[in-house]
């Protein structure tokens, strides 16, 4: 039996609900050389007997004995798996028709990318359109600063090669947020980006593990934080951190000093990304700015207007001198 292109990989405890919507969106599509790899964690449910009504040779099912959580199957998943690239799809979600044969076509076409994702709509508990949607269209090359900040890619969206993973593959220890770190490590080797057309449908409920475990989340995503700015050569104090939180989950700021801080934090970042080079100059600069009229935004009813101005001219002055001048403020 030949190798197939593509390994789709999908995670199943206690899905019953959506489990036959998702599996069978695999199924239906018109990209056929893939293996599908099932992995059930132990379900208490039906899940099981739903996953084996399905007479495909293409599924291959594995059932682990004790719940072994979602790392250590995403990673067991990779490692049964035989095929070039590697497509993950959760079990509540819905991959929509022509998904993996146009991101199949266009990493075969682009091997300098080593991910591509899409757009997401976004469904509720009874699979129900929800107004937002995930439609995030930077270009590449700025790709790498936005992930600075927030994770710019859904799992359930993603296709990427084999060849770009990090040996630990999904990583012990960044639980929830495993995905987030992963996609870190692969956009310093390789490209990534996100076919600007919905490609899946992605279920919010109360079950999402982003929502249940807001604490692991955080606790997590600070590891992750750690990493990046040790790259740059920052060691941050429990303040930095702070604020970069308050700035990443763009919150309100509420008195002077914040805002003070916050502005110091993101021209510091400005400075330091002149030392070490790790994120495109122009890109950083301007993502950091980004977030900075966010913030202000937000906050804006919260501190009076001058102060609002005097932040907001005062960064954009030292970005627009550091493009003029090519050079960074200097503490």
């Known amino acids: 039996m030949s190798t197939p292109l593509l ?35 132990c379900s208490t449910d039906n899940s099981l007997e739903i996953i084996k009504s399905f007479k495909d040779l293409r599924i291959k099912i594995h059932q682990n004995k004790t719940n072994q959580g979602i790392v250590y199957n995403r990673n067991r998943g990779i490692k049964l798996s035989s095929g070039k690239y590697i497509g993950m799809l959760d079990s509540d979600d819905i991959a929509l028709p022509g998904k993996f044969r146009k991101q199949i076509e266009f990493l075969e076409k682009n091997p300098d990318f080593g991910m591509i994702g899409s757009w997401a709509l976004l469904i509720d508990n009874n699979g129900k359109l929800l107004k937002n949607n995930w439609k995030l269209s930077a270009r590449p090359e700025k790709i790498p600063s936005i992930m600075f900040f927030k994770n710019y890619f859904v799992q359930s969206a993603v296709v990427f090669r084999r060849e770009v993973l990090p040996d630990y593959l999904y990583k012990t220890g960044y639980e929830i947020v495993e995905d987030y770190k992963l996609w870190m490590d692969i956009i310093k080797k390789s490209k990534a ?55 990443r989950e763009g919150l309100l700021i509420r008195d002077f000093n ?23 100059r ?15 935004w937000l906050s804006r009813k919260m501190i009076p207007f001058i102060t609002i101005y005097y932040f907001n001219y005062s960064i954009i002055e030292e970005y627009l001198l550091s493009r003029i001048q090519q050079k960074y403020v200097r503490f």
């Open 7 to 41: 390994s789709i990989i999908m995670l199943s405890y206690n899905a019953e609900l959506y489990l036959k919507e998702a599996i069978s969106s695999i199924l239906l599509q018109d990209f056929n050389d893939y293996e599908f790899i099932i992995i059930d964690d």
């Open 193 to 247: 980006w996100n076919l600007p057309e919905y490609l899946v449908k992605y279920r919010i409920h109360g079950n999402n593990m982003t929502i249940s475990g807001e604490n692991i989340v955080k606790e997590n995503l600070v590891a992750v934080y750690n990493e990046l700015f040790k790259e740059l050569g920052i060691e941050p104090t429990e303040e930095e951190l702070k604020i970069h939180h308050i700035i």
């Open 258 to 280: 914040t805002f003070k801080n916050a502005k110091n934090w993101l021209i510091k970042l400005l400075y330091y990304n002149s030392i070490k080079k790790i994120y495109d």
């Open 282 to 296: 122009k890109a950083f600069a301007e993502m950091l700015l980004n977030r900075w009229t966010k913030l202000i």
